[in-house]
């Protein structure tokens, strides 16, 4: 990633519209910025064009009222810093437990209305809102209205509005409604709200569904430094931060009656407790702590700024408040407070539609006769009963199925059921395996299908007596009848041509170009295999795998390697048609290891030598698969190809490419063409491996542009991997390969598989996501499925379902084992159903929710273009939203953004899947990163989208070196970075570590072995190996995330104030990016802004 290159083009969101003109982005560092187009949402920084910053002779500020205040859209004035403001050795991840201290305004035009922190809200309807604390009451300016009276109150002096000016709204579809929501004529913005302002009620956990609610922002400005001084009328004391359902606050006082006013001085603050995690400096809304001054080369927090520590000036006029980050939903929060809650009970799946832990809370699972949420996970666990009622919601119905998921040690595998000769019972009408939810009638002769209702005999070797309850007396001892997961063992009817299949094989291909020599890899990949070989999957407590190896090599043509165990060297045969692929030899080219290890120990040991010297550039492709599935076609078994190459296949062969890499491209309508294969000759390619059973994995190594995007066809379609190592050097990429390379060649993989979903009445399985090819409808046809694959199911209403008897959904997966034995895979899930849509609000996963509106754009960045793909996914969340909020909610201020308790952090995760490289890419992101990215995030599971988009950012210095565990999170933005600190970042690809250019220098010496910040190497991939308590807790740490990631992270060391730093800085989520993404307060006033326009 090249931090120095030039603006990237500007985005579909970024573009000026000719509506608004003239608004200026905020700039990096203070600095006129040429890299940063403008924000897609506009930030909340400065003054409204259009409002005066006097008033008019005679005229006071309005008072609030129903109608929705905007947030601004101005960008910070020139030489503002676009950072946050923290000295170091701070660090900010949640509302202070100290009482705030006031500050004073800097000379800031006011540009926004002021904002309430989230407040946590059940569903009973409370017409007057929640009674305020005494916080609030403090906080107020004297005659504010609680509700419905409106009391004119003067405004600050120096502070009044102008005419309103009306915006273009940013998605176009609204006429005369200002960018976020404008002022009605001659009515000003409230200046707080009736409900959620600063101090607001506690959440109350009984209530359902929860919901987090906060009022629309206002200004996105920097934070103010606290100052010490008088309380200046209207600036209140934050409470606690209120998003969280668990936290607790003081109780507040009676309610006022409405059209109560508030007046006289404010009181004395009230005082403040938090549950917060120790460890950390705890922060109020609206208040940062102690002041301090900016981080060096920060520049100022804002023009004017005081000097700290000095006396406090005369009062001045109140400056507008921002947005709080720490008053807004926090993922580290939800995730911190799901660990606490569920971490430490077993998940038990016995009941019907429970909604499992998140992703990232470790818990164990207890089958009872519902499939593992390790195995499928539901976007919503209570689905609607009507299609109405589902288009009224627009929450996607979908599973994400990982069907050979591996489990942890203390959860036992699938039981293998085997019938015999007759194979599984299955129903006559719709096919559906025997599972717990199918009903025995008539003593147990007859069994109703719960999937379609048809009426079945039950086989005489089947039959067993009810007992007084209906059912089965041995329905515990059967796993089919008591579990939600199990295998049968298939019997002949269930294989190819009616034939039992032979075990699989593995054939290596190795690119042999000058390129793939002269890099060292051909070398390095020969030493690894020579053991590797030694680890193929096995079954069970076989002791050899039953897989059989080949080798080829190839450039412009193709090699193969006779390994008969008889032979005393191995033999090499040369095809060099290549656009007639055929295999010269069967006997000795597909071979047991143990029997042709001498023979295969000296081919790995004669490649490297036999092409030292070759001047070979040119390398072909297609007909290296080609032939590698005709080998796999004579042996008459399925298997998979390993292929290492390293160029764009430029020879004269089919499936020649040619450079088409064009930015021009990018943010037009033909930006879809870069995300396209060149040429269908690789689709009609996979489609015959698919038919063989032939898995393609690939690993690229290039120097440039090799056209992802088609090379990874076949991989994508046949259930295979892409790994890419772009510019491979031995030295530095030798560690993340071989170990990608050891973990793809021994993982469980099963091969020429077929899946097939069925649904009990009333919905349907309709659309399908992931890695495989499907030729029909319904059966989703795998080369090969590995336990890191999943597939994602999106569902639809076909009839009215009932919500007695719920939903069921039954995955079949039918595949051979790496032993060559057939076997069925079923996993079963009963949903509940609903006729309120609360109940449906209740019961989702945003986790789940977020998977599949990525793997949904980035499947239909193939043909739309981006901008439309992104719109679609905004509207679709304001939709969500909106619903809830107009149907489940209390009635409460259009001010207000109220968020259903479980999806609060949908806007924030769906803002980094907008900013994500695929649908926002920044300069330096390559056409290959965007598509290898896109195919990759198809087949993920849950807990890999969630870190993908939302990365971890660790504290390495703050928690105690003897602690085993991790350290606490805290929230991806740079106003969490302390100078004085070292933060590991990961998100499953990429694997950074900050340091801060003040941290100590024992610290320093303890991690590096140098003594100073100066000395550390920037960019550096490995940590020296040191014999001291924190340099192992580190090392400890990183072997910890590398083992619960499907990849390998390569580690990266950046200096603060680096240059490496830019790339670091594009993980920070809440941030805005460098390609014009939104930051995540941003985002939320534009959502709120799009909700408003939906409801109103």
């Known amino acids: 990633m090249n931090v120095n290159q030039s603006a990237p083009p500007l985005p579909p969101f970024g573009q000026s519209q000719p509506v608004y003109p003239g608004y200026h982005q905020s700039s990096y560092g203070g600095q006129p910025g040429s890299t940063a187009p403008p924000t897609p949402y506009g930030a909340y920084n400065g003054p409204v064009p259009g409002y005066q910053q006097t008033p008019p002779p005679g005229v006071s500020r309005a008072q609030p009222s129903s109608e929705a205040p905007p947030a601004s859209t101005a960008q910070a004035p020139c030489g503002q810093a676009a950072y946050g403001q923290f000295g170091q050795g701070d660090v900010q991840n949640g509302p202070s437990s100290t009482v705030q201290m006031q500050r ?57 509005y102008g005419p309103p000016t009306s915006l273009a709204s940013a998605s176009g579809s609204f006429p005369n409604s200002g960018l976020y929501g404008s002022y009605p004529q001659g009515q000003a913005p409230p200046l707080s709200q009736a409900q959620g302002h600063l101090g607001a009620q506690p959440p109350q956990r009984s209530a359902p569904p929860q919901a987090s609610s906060f009022t629309s922002p206002a200004s996105g400005g920097p934070r103010m430094p606290s100052m010490t001084g008088p309380l200046l009328s209207g600036q209140g004391f934050g409470g606690p931060s209120l998003s969280q359902p668990n936290h607790v606050s003081s109780p507040p006082p009676q309610a006022l009656p409405p059209g109560t006013q508030m007046t006289g001085p404010p009181g004395p603050p009230p005082p403040m407790h938090s549950s917060q995690q120790p460890g950390y400096q705890l922060q109020q809304n609206g208040s940062f702590g102690p002041a301090r001054g900016p981080q060096p080369n920060y520049g100022s927090p804002y023009p004017g700024a005081p000097t700290f520590g000095s006396q406090p000036g005369p009062p001045q006029p109140l ?45 164990l699972v207890k089958d009872q006769g519902n499939a593992s949420p390790r195995y499928i996970r539901c976007t919503s666990y209570n689905i609607p009963c009507t299609s109405d009622m589902a288009k009224q919601a627009q929450v996607p119905l979908a599973a994400v199925i990982k069907p050979l998921a591996r489990l942890p040690p203390e959860e036992a595998s699938p039981y293998v059921v085997d019938h015999g000769e007759s194979g599984p019972l299955r129903c006559n009408r719709c096919k559906a395996y025997m599972c717990p939810f199918m009903q025995f009638v008539e003593g147990g002769r007859r069994f109703q299908c719960c999937f379609c209702s048809c009426i079945n005999d039950v086989p005489p070797q089947y039959f067993q007596h009810l007992d007084h309850t209906g059912k089965r007396v041995d329905a515990y001892d059967r796993p089919e009848l008591s579990l939600g997961s199990y295998e049968f063992l298939a019997t002949v009817d269930y294989c190819k041509n009616n034939k039992f299949p032979s075990p699989p094989a593995f054939i290596f291909m190795i690119d042999v170009s000058y390129n793939a020599i002269r890099s060292g890899l051909v070398r390095l990949l020969c030493e690894e295999l020579k053991s590797l070989l030694d680890f193929l999957p096995r079954e069970g407590g076989a002791e050899e795998s039953a897989i059989r190896v080949g080798f080829v090599t190839y450039n412009k043509v193709l090699h193969f390697y006779n390994v008969k165990s008889s032979l005393a060297q191995p033999q090499m045969m040369v095809v060099s048609d290549v656009a007639d692929m055929f295999v010269p030899l069967l006997d000795g080219f597909l071979v047991n290891v143990n029997e042709s290890r001498a023979v295969i120990t000296s081919l790995l040991d004669q490649i490297p030598e036999m092409f030292a010297d070759t001047r070979e550039t040119e390398t072909v492709f297609a007909p290296v698969i080609q032939a590698g599935m005709e080998a796999l076609k004579a042996a008459e078994c399925a298997g998979k190809l390993f292929l290492f190459h390293t160029s764009l296949p430029i020879a004269e062969a089919p499936g020649k490419l040619k450079n088409r890499d064009d930015r021009k491209l990018i943010n037009t309508d033909k930006e879809k063409t870069l995300f396209q294969p060149q040429t269908g000759a690789y689709q009609t390619l996979a489609k015959e491996c698919v038919a063989q059973g032939c898995c393609v994995d690939l690993f690229l190594f290039p120097n440039q542009y090799v056209d992802v995007a088609t090379l990874s066809v076949v991989p994508q379609l046949t259930g295979g991997s892409v790994y890419k190592y772009a510019c491979f050097q031995v030295e530095n990429d030798q560690e993340r390969f071989l170990s990608d390379l050891r973990r793809d060649v021994q993982k469980v993989v099963g091969f020429d598989a077929v899946m097939r979903v069925r649904t009990s009445t009333g919905i349907r399985a309709v659309d399908f996501f992931g ?12 080369a090969g499925l590995d336990g890191d694959k999943t597939v994602t199911v999106e569902f639809k209403h076909d009839d009215r379902l009932n919500e007695e008897s719920g939903a069921l959904l039954q995955c079949a997966l039918l595949y051979t084992s790496c032993a060559g034995q057939r076997r069925l895979r079923i996993h079963n899930l009963a949903l509940n159903c609903c006729t309120q849509l609360a109940d449906l609000y209740r019961n989702c996963e945003t986790d789940t929710l977020i998977n599949y509106m990525a793997k949904f754009a980035y499947r239909g960045v193939l043909n739309s273009p981006v901008k439309t793909v992104r719109d679609t996914l905004i509207t679709q969340c304001a939709q969500i939203l909106a619903c809830y909020r107009k149907n489940c909610a209390s009635p409460s201020s259009a001010g207000q953004l ?115 910040f100066s000395q550390i190497t920037s960019g550096l991939s490995v940590l020296p190996v040191l014999d001291n308590p924190l340099s192992k807790k580190v090392r400890g740490l990183i072997d910890s995330l590398r083992a619960q990631r499907s990849r390998y992270m390569k580690l990266i060391v950046v200096k603060q104030e680096d240059k490496l730093e830019m790339l670091f800085k594009h993980f920070l989520v809440e941030d805005k990016s460098l390609s014009g993404g939104a930051s995540y307060v941003d985002f939320l006033c534009h959502m709120h802004k799009e909700i408003r326009q939906l409801l109103s």
């Open 898 to 1012: 109220i968020l259903p308790e479980c999806m609060k952090l949908l806007p924030v995760y769906l803002n980094c899947v907008l900013k994500s490289d695929v649908l926002q890419p920044g300069a330096e992101v390559t056409t290959d990163d965007r598509a290898y990215v896109r195919q990759l995030v198809t087949s993920m599971d849950v807990a890999e989208t969630n870190v993908f988009f939302y990365p971890r950012l660790l504290p390495l210095t703050k928690s105690p070196i003897e602690s085993a565990t991790e350290p606490p999170a805290v929230r991806a933005s740079e106003e969490r970075l302390s100078n004085g600190d070292i933060y590991l970042l990961e998100n499953g690809l990429n694997l950074f570590l900050w340091v801060g250019a003040s941290v100590q220098q024992g610290v320093v010496q303890s991690l590096f072995s140098v003594s100073s």
């Open 771 to 782: 890695a495989f090819y499907m030729s029909n409808t319904t059966d989703v046809e795998l």
């Open 319 to 363: 400056p507008p408040k921002r947005l709080d980050p720490d008053a807004i939903p926090s993922p580290i929060q939800v995730i911190e407070d799901d660990r606490n809650n569920r971490g430490s009970e077993p998940f038990v799946t016995g009941v019907r539609g429970q909604v499992p832990p998140l992703v990232t809370t470790n818990f």
């Open 104 to 160: 004073f305004p800097g000379s800031q035009p006011f540009g926004s209305v002021p904002l309430a922190p989230v407040v946590s809200q059940p569903t009973v309807l409370q017409p007057y809102g929640p009674p305020p604390t005494s916080a609030q009451v403090t906080a107020q300016l004297a005659g504010m209205q609680i509700s419905g009276a409106v009391a004119p109150a003067l405004p600050p002096v120096g502070l009044g």
